[in-house]
C-alpha cells in the first residue's frame, strides 16, 4: 500500500488544527475562565471533551479494544464525509462503491465533489474483488464496502475482503453497521494487519441510539490521529456523550434485544416464505429482510395506505421489485405478515 502521507490530501498534511480551550481536558477543581462560557452550572453550560474520552474508554472496554484507534462522529455519516474530506482532493480523486449499497456513499462524495464509481455486485450480491479492482484509477483513494451490506443483508466473505486490502494500495472502508447481527467477527480484529483499513460502526442500529447521533471509526492511530485533525472540535455533543453512556451500562439488556431481534427475523422469514405475492426472501445477516415480491410499486402503496411503512428499493440496482423490511417488535410484525396476507 501507499504511505499515508501519500494518501491524505497535502492541505490536510499541512494543516494545524484548531486548538480548542478544552483540549487539554484537566480542569477538574479549577476556576474555567478559560472558553467564554456562561459560568452559572445547568448542566449544559460547559464545553463537553471534545475527545469523549469516558465515553470511548466504555466503547472500547465493550469491544476489547484501544481508544487510540477510536474516532467518534455525529452519527457515522459524519464520519463518512470526513474520510471523504481527508482523502479525496475535490474535483481530482475518486471513490469505488459498490451496487446496490448504502446512499450516503454516493451523497457524500456529491457534496465533496469526488467522483463515486459504482461496481455492480454478483446476481446473488456476493462481491466480486476482480471487478473492483479493474474499476480503479490512479486517482482512486478510497474503496467503500458494507457488510452486512445494505439493502441486501449479506456480508461479503472474508476471503474476499483479504484478497481486496492486499491488492488496493489505497484506504479500505468497511462499514459494519449492521455487524452485531451477523454470525462474522468484526474487521477490527485485523486492524494491525491492515494498516488502510477503516471499519465503521454506529451505535445506531444494534445498540438502539440513534436519536443520540454517534458513529465509531475504528483505525490505525496514525490514521485517527489525521481525522482528529479534521473533524469539528465538539463534533459530539454533551448530552449524547453523557445519554450513551448511560445507556451502555446496561450489556445484558441490549444483547436481549439483539437475540429477540433475531428471533423475529427468523420467524418473519418463515412467514413471508408461505405468502404467495413474495417471490424471494433474501438471506439476512442484519436487522432486516430484503424481499422480491410480484408488484414491489403496488404493495409499498397498499402497506403505506394501511399504515406500514417500509421501504421501497424497486429503483435500486439489482433490486427490481424489491422491498426492504426491517425487523420490527413480535406485535408490528404480526400486523406486518397480517396485511401482507390480505392484500
Ligand atoms: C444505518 C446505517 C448507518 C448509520 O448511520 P448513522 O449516521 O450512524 O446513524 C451507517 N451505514 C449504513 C450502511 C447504515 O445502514
Known sequence: MKALTELVRDNILQLKPYSSARDEFKLDGCIQLDANENPFESGYNRYPDPYQNQLKQRLCDLKGMQ?????????????????????????????IGLKPSYGMYQVSAAIN???????????????????????????????????????????????????????????VIIDEAYIDFSDQSSWTDRLSKFPQL???????????????????????????????????????????????????????????????????????????????????VYPSEANFLLVK??????????????GVVVRNRTNQYGCVNCLRLSVGTPEENKELINRLKEF
Open 67 to 95: 481508544s487510540e484507534n477510536l474516532i467518534l462522529g455525529n452519527g457515522s455519516d459524519e464520519l463518512i464525509d470526513l474520510i471523504i474530506r481527508t482523502f479525496c482532493n475535490p474535483g481530482i480523486d475518486n471513490i
Open 113 to 171: 465533489d469526488a467522483e463515486l464509481i459504482e461496481v455492480a455486485l454478483n446476481g446473488d450480491f456476493s462481491l466480486n474483488v476482480q471487478r473492483v479492482l479493474d474499476a480503479c484509477t490512479k486517482k482512486t483513494k478510497l474503496i467503500f464496502l458494507c457488510s452486512p451490506n445494505n439493502p441486501t443483508g449479506n456480508t461479503f466473505s472474508s476471503e474476499e475482503i483479504d484478497s481486496l486490502l492486499n491488492a488496493f494500495d489505497g484506504i
Open 198 to 280: 477503516v471499519v465503521l460502526q454506529t451505535l445506531s442500529k444494534s445498540f438502539g441510539l440513534a436519536s443520540l447521533r454517534l458513529g465509531l471509526a475504528w483505525a490505525s492511530p496514525e490514521l485517527i490521529a489525521i481525522l482528529n485533525k479534521v473533524k469539528p472540535p465538539y463534533n459530539v455533543n454533551g448530552a449524547s456523550q453523557s445519554l450513551a453512556l448511560k445507556a451502555l451500562e446496561n450489556e445484558a439488556e441490549l444483547n436481549l434485544q439483539i437475540q429477540q431481534i433475531l428471533n423475529e427475523r427468523a420467524w418473519l422469514e418463515d412467514e413471508l416464505n408461505k405468502i404467495s405475492i413474495v417471490q424471494t
Open 293 to 306: 415480491v410480484d408488484n414491489a410499486n403496488k404493495l409499498y402503496e397498499y402497506l403505506c395506505a394501511n
